[in-house]
């Protein structure tokens, strides 16, 4: 028989009885140890986790080696390789399991950590420098682990504030996205209030320019010509110092 029909029969050979017939699969981690490797990948994950336990889920979870048989009678372990972060996405751990104190083996773990939370967004198109309404938004409660920090979670932080850019609908609200709106516009009379521990006065002014809540306008004094810098209180109020 030719030397290279030979070598193709034993190669042949050997595969044969190295792989497993069919119904003939090496032996699995029995389903009770395969949970307890979960319950400690979950706790060694979620045990610093920022986010409360019922906002967060670890999903397709994996373990390596499938036929690696655990301890009967209880074991304990200790992790050798855990996240170094909180982030949502892909964690790997490893831990060597002992019995009695002596290593048994190590197992590699590994799973996806998906963060929940609730996200606000655009019913309709929604145009640049439109002030947002209760009707023009709503909040869904969904898996939020890819989307980008500055995330609206609250409808009442987006109710009545300004948008910068136009939104088409469906589109997911960021604080980027909105400003407060201008409370005083440029040409506006406004009441100019100036108060001491002592003594309130009020004097009518002209704003120079707009601004929101809390922002600093220039406002011309109506009654001594002088213009001064305010703070913005109210529609058409704004607060000077003495």
Known sequence: MPLRVTRL??????????CPLPGHTAEKIAPSDLAALENI????????????????????????????????????????????????????????????????????????????????????????????????????RRD???????????????????LKISLPPGSILYAQAIDAPPLVHRGDRVTIMAKSKAIQITAPGEARNSGALGEMVRVKNLMSRREIHARVLDAGIVEAEF
């Open 9 to 18: 029969l034993i190669i042949a050979f050997l595969f044969f009885f190295a």
């Open 41 to 140: 990948f979950n706790e060694v994950v979620l045990k610093n986790s920022p986010w409360p336990r019922e906002d967060v889920k670890i999903d397709n979870f994996k373990v390596h080696p499938l036929t690696m048989t655990l301890p009967g009678g209880g074991f304990d372990y200790r992790i050798t390789q855990s996240p170094n972060d909180f982030r949502p996405g892909k964690k790997n751990i490893t831990a060597a399991i002992l019995k009695e104190g002596a290593e048994q083996g190590q197992v590699k773990m590994s799973g996806d950590l998906r963060l929940f939370g609730t996200v606000v967004s655009t019913t309709k198109r929604l145009n640049r420098n439109e002030i947002i309404s209760g009707n023009d938004i709503k909040a869904k």
């Open 144 to 162: 939020i682990s890819m989307l980008d920090s500055g995330l609206i979670q609250d409808p009442e932080q987006a109710i009545g504030q300004k």
